[in-house]
């Protein structure tokens, strides 16, 4: 149900947009969010969207340098990430309301 991609290697500095592509009939439904886990560490929140792109929570940590947007045309959601840092580094996760995730998309960022 979703499709998470855009990942790849970076050196810091660099900017990545992550992009989750949905269903139709889960991207008007849910709120779609992105998680990212690094190695060894706990699966932890990066931003979500309201389906009507009205509400939109993120974290501390990326507050300033990502942002999110969702075209309804393409029933997709994207996470541009700016100014990375190596501590970024993980495998980002798409959410659709708490429920579905995707497969996730490696995101390494060098120093």
């Known amino acids: 149900q979703l499709e998470d991609s855009g990942g790849g290697l970076v050196q810091a500095g660099a900017s990545l947009r992550l992009s989750c592509a949905a269903s139709?009939?889960?991207?008007?439904?849910?709120?779609i969010g992105w998680f990212r886990q690094a190695p060894g560490k706990e699966r932890e929140f990066v931003w979500f969207?309201?389906?009507?792109?009205?509400?939109?929570n993120f974290a501390d940590s990326v507050k300033g340098r990502f942002t999110i947007s969702r075209d309804n045309a393409k029933n997709t959601v994207y996470l541009q990430m700016n100014s990375l840092k190596p501590e970024d580094t993980a495998v980002y996760y798409c959410?659709?309301?708490?429920?579905?995730w995707g497969q996730g998309t490696q995101v390494t960022v060098s120093s």
């Open positions: 139709a009939r889960t991207f008007s439904s849910y709120s």
């Open positions: 959410n659709a309301g708490g429920r579905f």
């Open positions: 969207i309201g389906w009507r792109a009205i509400n939109t």
